[in-house]
């Protein structure tokens, strides 16, 4: 498999090297992977997140430097610059395991898109967390009719011709995946969600402020795509 793995990262300068060495082991050493490349789609950070990513630089290690704002315009810009057929991308924190993609491999021919799922796998970490992420996915689920089991997961694998069937979504923050899925189930493209153990290891400041963000910008992406039927 020939694979561009896009990292999205903001405020990493403790951790982006660290992500990268374990991602770079892992594809080096896996017998399924015959080429790869890792995009670090990096925001303006308030640390030397940049400083740090320009140094990683080498053949299969490529920096994106990128001012606007957003999770989602990272994958937007990762994806924009990929080069290989398949794309996977993953958090720059290691809660997620890029081992998944070994699980993935015997069903490629069958599936478009494959989620490292957390609510099929293990979550290890805080309950209030665990259960607020369930409440939000419920109702994301509800509102666009996603019938996956995590639709937020930050591990996702997919064909980069699935962008031939469905488009780029221009969402550019956290739901950037709610919208990638809303297209993909309405395009009746193959998911599959393969369980992972996930470990929580929180970045964002306050639960409840991104909660209640995070809720009203599904409402506006619901009154856009839903009801007035736009993308
Ligand atoms: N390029 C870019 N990446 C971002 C931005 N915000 C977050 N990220 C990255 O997106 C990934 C997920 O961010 P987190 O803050 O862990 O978000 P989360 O996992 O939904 O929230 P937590 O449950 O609090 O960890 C990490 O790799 C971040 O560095 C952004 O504005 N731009
Ligand atoms: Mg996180």
Not at 157 to 170: Q, T
């Given at each position: 498999m020939k694979l561009s793995v896009i990292i999205p990262t903001i405020n990493s300068e403790n951790r982006i090297e660290k992500a990268v060495e374990h991602f770079?082991?892992?594809?080096?050493?896996?017998?399924?992977?015959?080429?790869?490349?890792?995009?670090i789609a990096a925001q303006t950070s308030r640390d030397n997140t940049f400083r740090k990513i320009k140094a990683l630089a080498s053949e299969n290690i490529r920096p994106l430097f990128i001012k606007e704002k957003g999770k989602g315009k990272g994958i937007q810009e990762g994806?924009?610059?990929?080069?290989?057929?398949?794309?996977c991308f993953i958090d720059d924190d290691l809660s997620y395991p890029i081992e998944f993609i070994?699980?993935?491999v015997p069903l490629l021919p069958k599936y478009d898109i494959f989620i490292g799922s957390r609510y099929l796998g293990k979550r290890k970490g805080s309950k209030l967390r665990s259960f607020s992420g369930k409440v939000f996915h419920d109702y994301v689920s509800m509102l666009f009719s996603i019938p996956q089991k995590d639709i937020q997961a930050g591990l996702?694998?997919?064909?980069?011709?699935?962008?031939?069937?469905?488009?780029?979504?221009?969402?550019?923050?956290?739901?950037?995946d709610t919208v990638f899925l809303y297209y993909a189930n309405k395009a009746k493209l193959r998911i599959k969600e393969i369980p992972i153990v996930y470990e929580d290891r929180p970045n964002q400041l306050s639960l409840f402020q991104s909660s209640v963000k995070m809720g009203f910008r599904a409402l506006q992406l619901w009154w856009r795509l839903r009801i007035r039927k736009k993308d």
């Open positions: 770079s082991n892992y594809l080096d050493s896996t017998d399924a992977i015959e080429d790869y490349e890792i995009l994806i924009r610059m990929a080069q290989h057929p398949w794309i070994d699980d993935c996702k694998l997919f064909r980069a011709s699935v962008f031939d069937k469905i488009s780029l979504p221009k969402e550019k923050g956290y739901l950037w």
